[in-house]
């Protein structure tokens, strides 16, 4: 039993039964008796029961001729009073006609004296545990939804430490740098430490020019500038009350950095053309993969800010340091691109033991991110067929490992060995990097447009003929072979 206390009220015009039940029950019910109608609406809205158990045949004022006209008005009036309490019907010799009439006005539950105290415990019971249940599971519901870190897939040492971070770091209030590679999954780190009702504002600093990033974060006033026909806030104090986050906030210029620590320090804003102030109150997380100390040497990060911005610091794991997710995350993947493309969950391809075996061994240099986008393609290549080796389409996993070194990656998932860092591949040039870059961008855009290279072409505005050859020769499109003539 799992809920400590399960009040109940019967409304029974025989004390001596009333006392049977009470004593017949007991822990964890606890039980008041009521002896007619009048009582048991007023004991209710007093202190509303976990349910009612009610007699329709109350003789203290019904006619002969209407044994349950007092019970069934009672039911009707404890319905419209109190719509939450579930009201269960124990009486003896009732026909049909009133059960049914009973079932009308509310009742949810009818059972017969004659069945047994022990029977009547036992439906109670079970009542009681679904209750407990459903109440169980809203509450673990509600805690993810509070706390995203819990929604985090990964059953890696590296990813239970993490998550035992946010989950101490949510009951503070302070500034956070959550540091990690490209497409490990920062700004998911941000959003499971941001309170669930609180206002989340995201911003790529990558993105922000300096002429513009004044107005954007700050907000402008009307006339400000040429093309200010209006007022904007800014999202300083669109994040008010809630999180700021800045995305690799090491590429933001040093004006804005300045104009940043004041509005921290003094927690207000001054609008770009505007000479009346704003009072803010946010919390900044900021994810960065560049190491911002080295930064701060080379003159291009305020060293005060990162000083004001060290309260807390995360670091994200990158995928190649807790391989032994890859199959858990690769299920997840597969299940969403398989649902988005309008296949049914319970057929989700799955992947073969060796194809698994050369994931695990990969060393993922796009992290989460790559993972993710390779479901698609891995999809996109099987076309229809298992999900083999033979759905890898050449050169998806850029700078794979040497097949020595992919043994030592997979001796790595042990927990007790550590994570290998010398066999790592020489790097790229710089001219390979943005061709190994382009194909991949190609084979998921290719999977995205579900094969057909005319609608490829058409999304990305190039010439179909040339795009059709290139697709060929980085093996991502295979031609169909037309038969020959009979």
């Not at 399960?6 to 004593?23: A, G, H, I, S």
């Not at 490990?184 to 959003?191: H, I, Q, T």
């Not at 070194?405 to 790595?412: N, P």
Request: glycine share 8%; net charge positive.
């Amino acid at each position: 039993m799992r809920a400590p206390c399960f009040r109940v009220v019967v409304c029974e015009d025989d004390p001596l039964y009333r006392q049977t039940l009470r004593l017949a029950l007991g822990p964890p019910f606890a039980v008041c008796g009521v002896g007619d109608a009048a009582a048991l609406l007023q004991e209710v809205l007093q202190a509303p029961p976990d349910l009612v158990l009610l007699d329709l045949q109350l003789s203290t004022c019904a006619p002969t001729d209407k044994p349950y006209a007092e019970g069934l008005e009672a039911l009707r009036q404890l319905r419209q009073a109190c719509p939450q309490v579930p009201i269960w019907v124990h009486s003896g010799f009732c026909d049909a006609t009133v059960v049914v009439q009973a079932m009308r006005l509310g009742a949810s539950h009818y059972l017969p004296k004659n069945a047994g105290l022990a029977h009547l415990r036992s439906e109670l019971t079970a009542h009681a545990e679904g209750l407990a249940a459903k109440a169980a599971q809203s509450a673990a519901a509600a805690t993810v939804a509070a706390a995203p870190a819990a929604a985090m897939l990964g059953q890696s040492a590296a990813m239970q430490a993490l998550r035992r971070q946010i989950a101490s770091l949510r009951r503070f209030v302070g500034h956070v740098i959550v540091q990690g590679e490209t497409g490990a999954g920062k700004e998911l780190v941000a959003r499971a430490l941001a309170p669930a009702a609180a206002p989340f504002v995201a911003v790529d600093c990558a993105t922000l020019a300096p002429g513009t990033a004044d107005s954007l974060l700050f907000g402008h006033a009307r006339g400000a500038f040429t093309g200010a026909n209006q007022a904007h806030e800014g999202l300083l104090a669109a994040a008010d009350g809630g999180v700021l986050y800045l995305d690799e906030i090491g590429n933001l210029h040093l004006e804005v950095q300045a104009k940043l620590l004041r509005a921290l320090q003094e927690q207000e804003i001054l609008p770009l053309g505007s000479t009346k102030t704003r009072q803010v109150n946010f919390t900044l997380l900021c994810a960065t993969h560049a190491d911002l100390q080295a930064e701060v040497d080379a003159g291009r990060f305020r060293h005060d800010l990162l000083a004001r911005l060290q309260v807390f610091v995360l670091q994200v794991p990158p995928l190649r340091a807790r391989r032994e997710d890859v199959p858990l995350l690769l299920a997840h993947f597969l299940r969403r691109a398989w649902e988005r493309a309008g296949g049914d969950i319970a057929q989700t391809p799955q992947p073969s033991a060796a194809l698994l075996a050369r994931l695990c061994a990969y060393h993922w240099p796009g992290n989460v991110r790559q993972l993710a986008n390779l479901a698609v393609t891995l999809l996109a290549g099987a076309q229809g067929g298992p999900l083999d080796e033979g759905a890898l389409l050449p050169g998806v996993l850029w700078g794979e490992l040497p097949a020595a070194a992919a043994g030592t990656a997979m001796a790595s998932m042990s927990p007790h060995a550590p994570s290998p860092t010398a066999a790592q591949p020489a790097p790229l040039s710089y001219r390979d990097s943005l061709r190994a870059h382009e194909r991949q961008r190609l084979q998921v855009d290719y999977a995205q447009a579900g094969g057909s290279v005319s609608l490829l072409a058409r999304r990305l505005g190039v010439d179909r003929s040339r795009l059709h050859r290139k697709l060929v020769d980085w093996g991502i499109h295979r031609p169909r072979a037309v038969a020959p003539p009979p």
